[in-house]
């Protein structure tokens, strides 16, 4: 079944951030979904609805994201292909507009799965994409909790596809954690961990604490569920619950099961999200 399903980010939300939060989970499943309804691929439609969070200053991915404790922008992303299990990831990038873009140009060239720094930005530039100075990508609002300490209003952002032909796509996208030091990667650069798809298994994204979510390879322990008989919503909320258990932290996390069926779950405050699968177009509250 043709589905996408979209998240805004696990964690805290400031009230005045909820309503152009949910709007804009709604405009990126929309997105996406005029990708599939056109018979594109599963990965071309995560990465338009990806890209229309990282352009909305509303989220912790891209234009907005969080600063490190120097005050920059780093920004990490992943994609992958349930098809041919092509993946590509990029970690501590800064410039660049669109990091999910960025992820699936190192897909692309197939050398290296996950790359980092310069050498990621200029990979950047080999492929056309869109860079700008590093302090375009830091809004007032970035700034403000940056100097006072406050963390952000939304986490990574991240989104799962199945197409019309069956297959499957995953892709993720964060400015990492307020105050990080430089350098420091999450689960969003990682795949299995923040990011997996797999046409076989399903596809997933997931949001909240990255070195929690890395060590329990959560998207990919979530979809693993799945194949032994969870229907995605469950596997979603067993995933979490063995998150909790074993490491004390919160998160959240979408699914597709290989039949495109949705699973949203979160053990966080709050988790804007958006899917439309079939002929049901639904924004989920998670509060």
């Not at 594109?40 to 352009?55: R, S, T, Y």
């Not at 596809?203 to 329990?216: D, H, Q, W, Y």
């Not at 979809?223 to 909320?237: F, I, T």
Request: negative net charge; proline residues 3%; glycine residues 14%.
């Amino acid at each position: 079944m043709t589905a996408i399903a979209v998240h805004g980010g696990a964690g805290a939300e400031a009230p005045a951030e909820r309503s152009a939060r949910r709007q804009g989970v709604e405009r990126a499943a929309a997105a996406g979904w005029a990708v599939l309804a056109a018979g594109g691929h599963a990965l071309d439609a995560v990465i338009a609805a990806v890209g229309v969070l990282e352009d909305d200053p509303h989220f912790n991915a891209g234009l907005g994201s969080v600063l490190t404790v120097e005050g920059v922008v780093e920004m990490d992303a992943s994609v992958m292909a349930g098809d041919t299990l092509a993946a590509g990831a990029v970690g501590a990038v800064t410039g660049v507009w669109s990091p999910v873009r960025l992820a699936r140009a190192v897909l692309v060239e197939g050398r290296e799965v996950l790359l980092v720094g310069e050498p990621a930005e200029q990979l950047a530039r080999r492929h056309g994409l869109a860079t700008c100075p590093p302090e375009a990508l830091v809004t007032e609002e970035a700034r403000r909790r940056w100097q006072e300490r406050l963390a952000a209003n939304g986490e990574t952002v991240g989104a799962v596809a199945c197409d019309a032909a069956g297959h499957l796509a995953a892709a993720t996208s964060t400015g990492g954690v307020t105050g990080k030091r430089r350098g420091r990667l999450g689960d969003s650069a990682v795949i299995g961990a923040g990011t997996y798809a797999d046409d076989a298994l399903g596809a997933g994204s997931a949001t909240g604490p990255g070195e929690a979510i890395i060590r329990l390879c959560l998207v990919r322990s979530a979809l693993e569920l799945v194949a032994r008989g969870a229907d995605a919503a469950r596997a979603a909320v067993e995933s979490l619950a063995v998150l909790q258990r074993r490491l004390g932290a919160s998160a959240g996390i979408v699914l597709l099961d290989p039949r495109g069926n949705v699973g949203v779950a979160h053990t966080t405050e709050s988790m804007p999200a958006a899917y439309r699968q079939g002929d049901t177009v639904a924004t989920v509250v998670l509060d």
